[in-house]
């Protein structure tokens, strides 16, 4: 019996189901479930209008995704069904993304979408369809421990996903498997061209799946017009330096593209929305050592109001991990103080938390300070 999945049972027994994007990273998930003898159910999430993204290079469940997945699925001969999430992935995710960016927020789509429409929607469809697993192509790994399940990063530490996955909840985390944790991206294509799957290839996704050329301001100025009103830029003394065209324009730690003229380099280190002002001012004011989150979702030992934690947490998906301490407050509030002061904290992302390289738990920075 080859139960690489973990399931306890005869694959031969076991029902999955696949969260096939049309990449390569999920579609060798599927064939590897599939040579294993599981009983496999491919599923494809139709998310946006294909409109416009239909031939979109290195976008992801795209008009060509969504037909590579399905030759997949075809050439293996297990079942794919393409379920329409158009409306619930602009309620859950673009609004939301919109939204941020209009408050002055740089948010991050990708967890989003990981907390709502695929382990939310899409793990009660798998359910629905009586699976006893959903498996997808993440770069991450689990372990059982004397707990339960654990989140932690891949062992390809260039293809780590696990920042994205922060909002994972235990009760879907016993429910999710993710086979291409323990392997570099090399040998999952290795597999692919071993399998002779069409898309072995296929190049990555890449930027926002929904974001056409990656000019994000213009999406959200279509569906947020007011997020282009125009407002001052100040440096940190109040004083106006210039003008701008929109907020959106902005994001905490910016450098290029201010508009503006100085005899020093000048950096973002504020957004007022309701102000609708930019301020700016010397690197040394992005230093911060204090970060303040709220939406906690935790996934450690049992959680302890009060108590303070030793890790390291990731401010960023691709910076290094940082040593900091964790002060779980209530209300799924927490504070961060990071051993030494780090530049560029932007309200709106994720701060995550590690420890030995298993994910703690993690919330979104609502305010940094000295």
């Given at each position: 019996?080859?139960?690489?999945?973990?399931?306890?049972?005869?694959?031969?027994?076991?029902?999955?189901?696949?969260?096939?994007?049309?990449?390569?990273?999920?579609?060798?998930?599927?064939?590897?479930?599939?040579?294993?003898?599981?009983?496999?159910?491919?599923?494809?999430?139709?998310?946006?209008?294909?409109?416009?993204?239909?031939?979109?290079?290195?976008?992801?469940?795209?008009?060509?995704?969504i037909y590579d997945a399905r030759r997949v699925a075809e050439q293996l001969d297990f079942?794919?069904?393409?379920?329409?999430?158009?409306?619930?992935?602009?309620?859950?995710?673009?609004?939301?993304?919109?939204?941020?960016?209009?408050?002055?927020?740089?948010?991050?789509?990708?967890?989003?979408?990981?907390?709502?429409?695929?382990?939310?929607?899409?793990?009660?469809?798998?359910?629905?369809?009586?699976?006893?697993?959903?498996?997808?192509?993440?770069?991450?790994?689990?372990?059982?421990?004397?707990?339960?399940?654990?989140?932690?990063?891949?062992?390809?530490?260039?293809?780590?996903?696990?920042?994205?996955?922060?909002?994972?909840?235990?009760?879907?985390?016993?429910?999710?498997?993710?086979?291409?944790?323990?392997?570099?991206?090399?040998?999952?294509?290795?597999?692919?061209?071993?399998?002779?799957?069409?898309?072995?290839?296929?190049?990555?996704?890449?930027?926002?799946?929904?974001?056409?050329?990656?000019?994000?301001?213009?999406?959200?100025?279509?569906?947020?017009?007011?997020?282009?009103?125009?407002?001052?830029?100040?440096?940190?003394?109040?004083?106006?330096?210039?003008?701008?065209?929109?907020?959106?324009?902005?994001?905490?730690?910016?450098?290029?593209?201010?508009?503006?003229?100085?005899?020093?380099?000048?950096?973002?280190?504020?957004?007022?929305?309701?102000?609708?002002?930019?301020?700016?001012?010397?690197?040394?004011?992005?230093?911060?050592?204090?970060?303040?989150?709220?939406?906690?979702?935790?996934?450690?030992?049992?959680?302890?109001?009060?108590?303070?934690?030793?890790?390291?947490?990731?401010?960023?998906?691709?910076?290094?991990?940082?040593?900091?301490?964790?002060?779980?407050?209530?209300?799924?509030?927490?504070?961060?103080?990071?051993?030494?002061?780090?530049?560029?904290?932007?309200?709106?992302?994720?701060?995550?938390?590690?420890?030995?390289?298993?994910?703690?738990?993690?919330?979104?920075?609502?305010?940094?300070?000295?």
């Open positions: 019996m080859n139960d690489f999945l973990n399931l306890g049972q005869d694959p031969k027994n076991s029902r999955v189901v696949v969260a096939m994007s049309g990449g390569v990273d999920s579609s060798v998930a599927a064939a590897l479930c599939k040579e294993a003898g599981y009983d496999v159910i491919g599923v494809t999430m139709q998310l946006y209008d294909q409109g416009d993204m239909a031939k979109k290079k290195g976008a992801c469940c795209a008009g060509q995704d079942p794919h069904y393409v379920l329409d999430y158009e409306s619930l992935f602009k309620q859950s995710v673009i609004d939301d993304f919109a939204d941020s960016y209009v408050n002055g927020y740089t948010p991050i789509p990708c967890v989003r979408c990981n907390q709502t429409v695929k382990f939310r929607d899409l793990l009660k469809t798998a359910k629905d369809l009586e699976a006893d697993a959903m498996v997808t192509g993440h770069y991450v790994k689990r372990r059982v421990g004397s707990d339960g399940a654990e989140l932690h990063a891949a062992e390809d530490e260039s293809r780590d996903q696990s920042y994205f996955l922060f909002t994972t909840t235990q009760n879907q985390l016993d429910f999710l498997r993710f086979p291409l944790g323990d392997i570099p991206k090399t040998e999952t294509r290795a597999h692919a061209r071993r399998l002779g799957l069409s898309i072995a290839d296929k190049p990555d996704s890449q930027d926002i799946c929904f974001v056409p050329n990656g000019k994000y301001a213009d999406v959200v100025a279509k569906l947020r017009p007011g997020a282009l009103d125009p407002g001052h830029i100040v440096d940190h003394q109040g004083n106006v330096l210039g003008r701008h065209q929109g907020i959106i324009h902005f994001t905490i730690g910016q450098r290029r593209g201010l508009g503006i003229s100085a005899n020093e380099p000048l950096y973002v280190v504020n957004i007022n929305a309701d102000k609708k002002e930019v301020t700016v001012g010397p690197k040394t004011m992005l230093a911060k050592a204090e970060i303040e989150l709220e939406n906690i979702n935790w996934l450690g030992p049992t959680e302890k109001p009060g108590k303070i934690y030793d890790c390291d947490v990731k401010i960023r998906s691709t910076h290094q991990p940082l040593p900091a301490q964790i002060s779980l407050q209530g209300e799924n509030k927490a504070k961060v103080k990071l051993a030494m002061p780090e530049y560029g904290i932007a309200p709106g992302q994720a701060c995550v938390f590690y420890l030995h390289g298993r994910v703690l738990g993690g919330g979104w920075i609502v305010r940094v300070k000295d």
